[in-house]
């Protein structure tokens, strides 16, 4: 049985900062593309960063470049999201994603894996 849980968000002024932590299970998490993915009120749900199985690549969305850092633990089934310098604008159900297959990708689609979801709320 596959399962991927986040943990690690909250309420937090701007400024601010959260690690998120998604441990995965159920899938060989060191041969899977994982990814974070954000969705706020209203919105549809968009992809925040991704990353490869042996962490050689990643990808930013230009909002979140230079503040946001994705890094994984093969080791512990574990991938992360630190967060700096938080945003009102950053406010969303964060998700983690896995593929089940190497590479980076962008679609909702593209990942057969999904948490269910951590909030994360910044005050301005």
């Known amino acids: 049985q596959v399962q991927l849980v986040e943990s690690g968000g909250g309420l937090v002024q701007a400024g601010g900062s959260l690690r998120l932590s998604c441990a995965a299970s159920?899938?060989?998490?060191?041969?899977?593309?994982m990814a974070w993915f954000r969705q706020a009120p209203g919105k549809e749900r968009a992809l925040v960063t991704a990353?490869?199985?042996?962490?050689?690549?990643?990808y930013y969305a230009e909002s979140v470049k230079g503040r946001f850092t994705i890094s994984r633990d093969n080791a512990k089934n574990t991938v992360y999201l630190q967060m700096n310098s938080l945003k009102p604008e950053d406010t969303a159900v964060y998700y983690c994603?896995?593929?089940?297959?190497?590479?980076?990708?962008?679609?909702?689609?593209?990942?057969?894996?999904w948490g269910q979801g951590t909030q994360v709320t910044v005050s301005s």
């Open positions: 994603a896995g593929a089940g297959s190497n590479g980076l990708w962008a679609r909702v689609s593209d990942y057969a894996y």
């Open positions: 990353i490869t199985s042996a962490s050689r690549t990643t």
């Open positions: 159920g899938f060989t998490f060191s041969n899977s593309g």
